[in-house]
């Protein structure tokens, strides 16, 4: 129930105006104050400056919007020889000219400005009608006046200013938090496999996007790096050669150099019962000798004509790395004046085919028949195509891609300049 009478009210209709807030009360003797501490009304500035820090202040104050138009115009209206600080700069029209040219109510005008005089942007000035009498054979000097007090912002501009500085910070930093967070949950998200996980993942980012309070931002944020540390470490012991994260199958530590030897693990990787077989027999050296036209040579080798192809293109890293941003993400280079080496994005080529479905031993075909180069390539070109294109997996795609390199059948030339423009399409 609504109690109607209490003794503020009773007091306000004895006095005929409401009391002030503590924290008014406490505005308004530091106004009082710091008005006895400068000698003077207040110190000199200047309309225009007064005008732009309260506009650049009043976004980050708890005052509603009209009443922030509400002291605007107060503003507007006041002289510019009332900031000299040899008088106080009052505002004088009534609310029934406010009202029409504001468009608000009487009664909501009253409001608004019990507001401001809370928030310690204004002061009431005298009582009665008000008005506003000025000596303009003395620079416009105000000599009588009853209405609004605007001398506080001009005594607080510097805190006025500091307030909004420091909320621009706070804004920046928000925003750089969440910017992190974004990206922390959408590399989460490409390594997670785990439904379970993904759904926290992604409350981590709501909470990262919809929070205003930067510790907790932060908290989100920490707790989504450690996520990916996580899954970063599962990833490298689940694909790392015989227990060794050191190894990789882009880089074989015995890479054969002979076409005997060339021959042999072929015949290892394909047939193990028959490669024993050979290297039990005697003859094992004549029937690689029989099979020599068979075996793949150094000199033909498709890896040296790929890497031509590649460099008849002059195709660099850092063009594929802008063509195909995943393949950058996974080689963590987030900076577009970088320029990344092949080196660099052999391992991330790796790790984006698995996440493609490409087997380890298609992968070290790969790298073995087409070269590291031209591997890195062939998984950009997979990753710059949509699913619709591949008719079945993308491990087989890639599995022919080798098998067509074995046959001398593969030109990167096109498939390079199609991704070329296929890319440009899409970034501009």
Not at 4 to 16: I, L, N, P, V, Y
Not at 240 to 251: K, L, M, Q
Not at 262 to 286: F, G, M, Q, Y
Request: aromatic share 6%; glycine share 6%; charged share 30%.
């Amino acid at each position: 129930m609504r109690v109607w009478k209490s003794s503020d009210t009773e007091a306000a209709a004895k006095r005929g105006r409401r009391l002030l807030s503590d924290d008014a009360k406490a505005m308004r003797g530091k106004i009082l104050c710091a008005r006895h501490e400068a000698d003077r009304h207040f110190p000199a500035t200047t309309r225009a400056k007064v005008l732009a820090v309260w506009t650049e202040a009043s976004y980050y104050l708890d005052l509603s919007d009209k009443a922030v138009r509400y002291l605007t115009y107060m503003l507007q209206e006041s002289e510019p020889e009332d900031w000299s600080g040899r008088w106080l700069p009052i505002f004088g029209r009534s609310n029934n000219d406010l009202s029409e040219i504001l468009g608000v109510g009487t009664t909501q005008l009253k409001t608004l400005a019990r507001e401001l005089i809370e928030a310690g942007l204004i002061l009431p000035h005298g009582d009665g009608r008000r008005y506003v009498r000025r000596d303009y054979r003395d620079s416009g000097r105000i000599t009588h006046a009853v209405g609004f007090d605007l001398s506080p912002l001009a005594i607080r501009i510097e805190e006025l200013s500091q307030i909004a500085k420091d909320r621009k910070a706070l804004e920046r930093s928000i925003k750089r938090l969440r910017r992190e967070a974004r990206h922390e949950a959408s590399e989460c998200l490409a390594l997670c496999v785990e439904p379970a996980q993904a759904q926290q993942i992604r409350d981590l980012g709501q909470v990262a996007k919809s929070a205003r309070d930067p510790a907790a931002i932060q908290a989100a944020l920490s707790r989504l790096q450690a996520i990916r540390i996580d899954l970063d470490e599962e990833l490298a012991c689940e694909y790392a050669a015989n227990n060794d994260p050191e190894r990789s199958v882009s880089r074989p530590s015995i890479i054969p150099t002979t076409p005997l030897s060339l021959e042999k693990t072929v015949t290892i990787e394909r047939s193990p019962n028959r490669a024993s077989h050979i290297a039990a027999s005697d003859d094992a050296p004549n029937r690689a000798g029989e099979k020599k036209e068979d075996a793949p040579s150094l000199s033909a080798a498709p890896s040296a004509l790929l890497d031509e192809a590649i460099k008849d293109a002059r195709l660099t890293p850092r063009e594929l790395i802008r063509l195909v941003p995943v393949l950058a993400s996974y080689a963590g280079i987030y900076d577009t004046d970088a320029r990344p080496t092949w080196a660099s994005l052999l391992d991330a080529a790796e790790r984006l085919s698995v996440r493609m479905g490409v087997s380890r031993d298609a992968w070290a075909s790969g790298c073995m028949v087409l070269g590291r180069k031209a591997a890195v390539v062939a998984v950009a070109l997979m990753a710059s195509r949509t699913d619709e294109h591949y008719q079945y997996t993308k491990g087989g795609y890639f599995r022919g891609i080798v098998r067509a390199a074995e046959g001398g059948a593969l030109n990167l030339l096109p498939s390079i300049y199609g991704m070329r423009d296929r890319c440009s399409v899409v970034m501009h």
